[in-house]
């Protein structure tokens, strides 16, 4: 009986340990073929605030930390990037941050993925 129970505790610790370790316990992403894992990793071995994590389509996805002081640091991160490739900050609207440049406009929509992670859709040519 004490083997049944140790063997069973072997499989219920090494299962945790696996959840941990591939963060399977983040929510799901909204781009297909990455996991949690990937994109926090991207992050983390990023040197700025702001990590590409995707290009789905016509749109790059990107990833920042909000680091528990919520939306507006990301926000700011996103300014920050968006400002040093030309185009001039003029709105937020609920999730979209409205830039301008030469007559076109752009729009930068933001997620709110986990309370730690805001994830960021930008249409492809701002670069």
């Given at each position: ?8 505790g ?22 297909e ?95």
């Amino acid at each position: 009986m004490k083997k049944v129970g140790f063997i069973l505790g072997s499989v219920i610790v090494i299962i945790g340990v696996y959840i941990f370790v591939n963060k399977l316990y983040y929510p799901s992403l909204p781009i297909e073929n990455l996991s949690a894992k990937e994109v926090i990793d991207k992050l983390k071995e990023s040197d700025s605030k702001i990590a590409e994590i995707a290009v789905d389509g016509d749109f790059i996805w990107y990833i920042t930390s909000s680091a528990n002081k919520g939306i507006s640091i990301a926000d700011e991160n996103i300014k920050q990037m968006v400002v040093s490739n030309g185009w001039e900050f003029k709105d937020k609207n609920g999730a979209g941050l409205f830039f301008e440049k030469d007559d076109k406009s752009l729009i930068a929509t933001t997620q709110m993925w986990t309370k730690n992670y805001v994830l960021v859709k930008i249409t492809s040519n701002f670069k």
